[in-house]
C-alpha cells in the first residue's frame, strides 16, 4: 500500500502539470473532451447529469451545457450542504443559476435545500480527478467528498444510479492508484483523447 506522502507526492505533480498548461491548451482539451463525451452511450441516454466546476487546469465539462444534443437534459453541480458538510448533494445548475463560493473559494449554485439530489437520483455522474488508473481507481484532491458521498456504491455487484464517469487530461493516467478499502471505482474514464470503459 501507498503511503500518505505517496498519494501526496503524485497529486503535487499532477496538479502542477495542470496548472502549466496555457489557457488555450486547456480549452481546447477541454471542448476535445466533451466530444469524447458526447459520443458515450451512457450520457445520451442520461437525463440528470452531474458535473463540476473546473479549478486550477482541471479539464472543462461545462461545455457539455451548451452543446444541442444537451438540450433536454438536466445538469447539476456538487454543493457542500450544512456548515459542516461531510457529503455532497447536487444543485440543479443551468447557464444562469446564480452562485455563491464555499468554504473552498469553489463557486455553486444557490439554491434551496428542498432541491438538493443525492447521488442516488443522478443517471450520471461526471467526476474530476488528479490521476487515475486502467482499473478506473481515481486519486482526488485528498479531502474525500466523493468517497464518503459515494460510499453506498462500493458493495453494489450490478450498475444502478449513478453511472459513475471520470473526467481528466490524458497526462494524468498512472500505471497504478494507492487504493483503500473504501475506495469505488469508475465505471469509465474519459480524457481530451478517449474513453476508457471500465470492466467491473
Known amino acids: 500500500m501507498f503511503s500518505d506522502v505517496t498519494k501526496n507526492a503524485l497529486r503535487k505533480e499532477m496538479r502542477q502539470q495542470r496548472r502549466s498548461l496555457s489557457p488555450q491548451a486547456l480549452q481546447q482539451a477541454s471542448l476535445s473532451l466533451c466530444r469524447q463525451i458526447l459520443q458515450l452511450r451512457h450520457y445520451q441516454k442520461a437525463r440528470h447529469i452531474a458535473l463540476y466546476w473546473p479549478m486550477q487546469g482541471e479539464i472543462n ?5 451548451y452543446h444541442r ?3 433536454h437534459k438536466h445538469f447539476y453541480l456538487p454543493v457542500l450542504s450544512g456548515s459542516f458538510a ?5 444543485a440543479p445548475f443551468h447557464a444562469n443559476s446564480r452562485m455563491r463560493l464555499n468554504a ?3 463557486p455553486e449554485p444557490q439554491v434551496a435545500a428542498v432541491t438538493l ?3 442516488q437520483d443522478l443517471d450520471l455522474l ?6 487515475f488508473d486502467a482499473e478506473g481507481y481515481r486519486l482526488g484532491m485528498g479531502g474525500g467528498f ?9 458493495h453494489r455487484q450490478h450498475w444502478q444510479h449513478p453511472r459513475l464517469l471520470g473526467v481528466g487530461h490524458a497526462f494524468q493516467q498512472v500505471a497504478h492508484i494507492p487504493r483503500e478499502p473504501w475506495d469505488v471505482p469508475l465505471g469509465m474514464v474519459c480524457t481530451d483523447q478517449a474513453c ?5
Open 61 to 65: 465539462p461545462l461545455p457539455l451545457l
Open 117 to 119: 439530489l443525492v447521488p
Open 104 to 106: 473552498f473559494r469553489i
Open 146 to 154: 466523493y468517497d464518503r458521498s459515494l460510499a453506498s456504491l462500493s
Open 196 to 200: 476508457y470503459r471500465i470492466p467491473l
Open 69 to 71: 444534443r444537451s438540450r
Open 86 to 90: 461531510q457529503k455532497l448533494r447536487f
Open 126 to 131: 461526471i467526476l474530476p480527478l488528479v490521476a
